[in-house]
């Protein structure tokens, strides 16, 4: 495999427009337990992170897992991007302030089904929330295009999430104010802190387009742009980042590139049981089904048109086509299930039940079952190819 270091190029000065709201893949999901790295030891350690970062945090820089170099300064500081703490929340039929075709991070715990538009959280990047009675943390990191959702809840302590102004690897790097440990968005685990070594347990979410969030749960209700923040919601301050001809997507991002797919290209990224592998939409656009075993897990992944990039032109209305890609066990009651596209839905051989994008049986035999969600990405595939070098990459 041919790594390189990433091309820096001064021409990437995106910069205004980035900082003004820039963050500072996903992993086999944790099981939420404290378990701690081994942390690197000793004053001249807690002195490195002290004289780079000193000032703005009470953080026990003593205890680390991975050394102070590892971290750039993203411009904004410390809280720079507002998290959003208080969410407030609309009926699906209310929120006529989104485009159909916009996209939202779909989540629901204990029948309490939310959609958080993208197009919020690219200036804000957390809303710390509590979903069906459960403290959860939703994360958007635009550098990586990784949406990520974690309990909030560690060892009987429920912290609160800021973004703290820092990256590692172009991700953002998340703080918990209970404690000011550092943790990296798309693993959820704490790198530096009292907290170093611990993991957040993963909650699976899908980043889908607003229409099919609505048409699958019309009850559900939609992060309401009443933020308490004066933000150009709707607008992307990251104009043409994931354009594949543009150096723009790794110029905050130093580290090896592996030449296997486009730096920028998206991927449905998963890894179960240490079996790591990546889905590229390009490959998926043109076989919108794929029926895998991972990690010993027969899953499916469904992928079909009609979802914006959130990253394109500057009105995110106007941007491309992209996509939603999603995936889901395929064994349902004890049943093993085989799935092929049809027209925009999808299709199961062994009952012919036809199954929506959210994983939910709308027509057949099987009308009303839902598919287990399986916890994914779409990351860009240099973000998640530097947490996880070795991912089998999917052909058909």
Not at 31 to 49: K, L, M, N, V
Not at 79 to 99: C, K, N, R, S
Not at 213 to 239: I, K, M
Request: hydrophobic share 40%.
């Amino acid at each position: 495999m041919l790594r390189q270091r990433a091309p820096f190029s001064a021409a990437a000065i995106l910069g205004a427009g980035i900082l003004l709201a820039a963050c500072a893949g996903s992993p086999a999901p944790p099981d939420g337990s404290a378990s701690r790295s081994s942390a690197i030891p000793g004053t001249p350690q807690r002195d490195a992170f002290t004289q780079r970062f000193s000032g703005a945090w009470r953080t026990d820089f003593a205890r680390a897992t991975v050394p102070a170099s590892e971290f750039d300064n993203g411009g904004p500081g410390k809280d720079g991007i507002p998290a959003i703490e208080h969410p407030q929340f609309v009926p699906v039929a209310q929120a006529t302030f989104l485009d159909p075709r916009e996209p939202v991070i779909a989540f629901g715990l204990n029948g309490d089904v939310r959609a958080y538009p993208v197009e919020i959280l690219v200036w804000h990047e957390l809303v710390d929330d509590v979903v069906g009675g459960e403290p959860v943390l939703v994360s958007y990191c635009p550098l990586c295009n990784s949406a990520v959702v974690f309990k909030r809840t560690l060892n009987g302590t429920v912290y609160d999430f800021g973004v703290s102004g820092l990256l590692r690897n172009s991700d953002m790097v998340m703080f918990d104010r209970q404690t000011e440990s550092w943790w990296q968005q798309i693993t959820g685990e704490a790198l530096v802190g009292s907290l170093a070594g611990s993991k957040l347990a993963f909650l699976p979410a899908e980043t889908i387009s607003f229409a099919d969030f609505r048409t699958a749960h019309p009850d559900g209700t939609v992060l309401s742009r009443d933020t308490g923040y004066s933000r150009d919601y709707g607008r992307n301050p990251y104009v043409s980042y994931d354009d594949p001809n543009s150096e723009t997507g790794t110029f905050l991002y130093h580290g090896p590139v592996d030449h296997r797919l486009s730096v920028v290209e998206r991927v449905v990224a998963l890894d179960l049981n240490g079996d790591a592998v990546a889905y590229p939409f390009s490959r998926l656009q043109g076989h919108p089904v794929v029926n895998d075993r991972v990690g010993g897990t027969p899953i499916v992944v469904f992928y079909r048109k009609g979802t914006l990039s959130p990253l394109d032109r500057r009105s995110i209305t106007d941007s491309k086509d992209i996509g939603a890609g999603v995936v889901f066990e395929r064994t349902l009651d004890g049943q093993r299930l085989t799935f092929e596209p049809r027209g925009t839905a999808f299709r199961d051989g062994e009952t012919g039940s036809t199954w929506d994008i959210t994983g939910r049986a709308t027509a057949g035999p099987l009308a009303g079952k839902q598919l287990a969600p399986v916890v994914h990405g779409n990351d860009f595939w240099f973000a998640w190819a530097a947490f996880k070098p070795d991912t089998r990459v999917w052909s058909p």
